[in-house]
Each structure stands twice: as C-alpha cells, then as structure tokens.
C-alpha cells in the first residue's frame, strides 16, 4: 500500500476584490499578506499592465523590492513568514496570491 499524501491547502488572504486577488494602489504600500508563521510558501503575480514592487516588511514603495513585471511577473518567496506590502508603478493594479 502506497502513502496517502497530504492535500495542499491554500490560503486566500484578505482581499479587495474577489478570490485570491488583491488591488494595488499607485504608488502606496498596500498589504499584500499579514505576517503568518505557518506560512511555507507564497506565491505572487502580476496580473495587470502595470509594474508592480513587492516588499518584504510594511514598506513597498516604487523602485525598492522585487520587481514584478506587467503581464504575468511572478515571484515565489519561500522561508519568510513576516508581513508583505506591494505598490503599483502607475495606475491601479491586481496582485494574484496563493499562500500555502
């Protein structure tokens, strides 16, 4: 008999917008995941025309983090379970969040 594996379990984050989506403000940190010391795994794209920085701790800003390209810039931050913020380069924009 084989090992029965464990599901992967999701966790969608606080949302301003249905599912796992979260909108970016222009040029303002915005809470993209609250500090969780279960967090294994957190996986974040670009899902918008604009560029978008990523920032480990409260402070995002443009031109300080990771940068996520428009269309489809990804990022997955393992081993980190404090708070991240992001803020979009130009006009609003949609982060897409997938927490394990």
Known sequence: MGAVANPVR???TTAKTPG???EIKKEEATSVSASNPARI???LTNDSANVIYVYKGSGAAI???IRLNKEGGAVIIDDYTGVVTAAAAT???NLCISEV
């Open 41 to 43: 795994s957190l996986t």
């Open 63 to 65: 031109n300080k983090g």
């Open 10 to 12: 999701t966790r969608s």
């Open 91 to 93: 006009g609003a924009s």
């Open 20 to 22: 796992n989506v979260v």
